[in-house]
């Protein structure tokens, strides 16, 4: 298996633009997590879906963000409109039973906001 | 937010030492997890020990639980250069997963 992947591993954009973050999780995992890294804040947990749908999105800072699940292997991960403040790696994970198993996390999206 | 917290935020030893991390969490817990970060990668699972165990060994780490004190350890033995990362102990509730600030690990050839 190729492991969690996401796109793109780059994104530099002006503040206002719309951004797009995508996510494949492993096959066969039912578990999929969104999070977001910062020197300040560290390792923030966004949101989690459960075999598509969401379960906890307590975590989504704003209304500006939305994440959907359309199904079992793509996730997406929206800023509109964006914010210098949004600038910072954003992990997407997947585990087979949530909490309950190791996640596997994929390389990050390093988002730029200019 | 974050449930763990690491102690210490940076950790700087020689290569052959014993490095010793401690997470305190808060909440009640299903398990306690471990990753490790490379810098500029992602997250990479090492150990999970669940709340009804107290230590667990997987090579040259040793971890334990002391779920009354809501507080874990990890221990590196005989560190090589190559353990240079960031730790982190991540909390499992529910089905979530929240981890903590983490610790910067140097190992000095």
């Known amino acids: 298996d190729a492991g969690v992947i996401q796109s793109p591993r780059h994104e530099v954009t002006e503040m206002g633009q719309e951004v797009t973050l995508r996510c494949k999780p492993i096959s066969g995992h039912d578990y999929l997590f969104w999070y977001r890294q910062t020197m300040m804040r560290g390792l923030e947990l966004l949101i989690y879906f459960n075999n598509n749908v969401p379960i906890d999105d307590s975590g989504m800072p704003e209304d500006r963000f939305s994440a959907k699940m359309p199904n079992a292997s793509f996730s997406t991960l929206k800023i509109q409109p964006s914010e210098p403040r949004d600038s910072a790696v954003y992990f997407c994970?997947?585990?087979?039973?949530?909490?309950?198993?190791?996640?596997?996390f994929g390389s990050g999206t390093q988002l730029s906001v200019l | 937010s974050q449930q763990g917290e690491e102690d210490p935020q940076a950790l700087s030893i020689q290569e052959g030492e014993n490095a010793t991390m401690n997470c305190s969490y808060k909440t009640s817990i299903n398990n306690l997890q471990w990753y490790r970060q490379n810098s500029g990668r992602g997250l990479v699972h090492l150990i999970l020990i669940r709340s009804n165990e107290r230590e667990k060994h997987s090579g040259r780490l040793r971890v334990t639980l002391d779920t009354s004190k809501k507080s874990s350890s990890l221990l590196i033995t005989a560190s090589r250069a190559a353990d240079t990362a960031s730790y982190f102990c991540a909390t499992a509730g529910n089905n979530d997963m929240r981890f903590g600030a983490g610790t910067r690990l140097t190992v000095k050839p």
């Open positions: 994970a997947s585990s087979s039973w949530g909490g309950n198993e190791k996640l596997f």
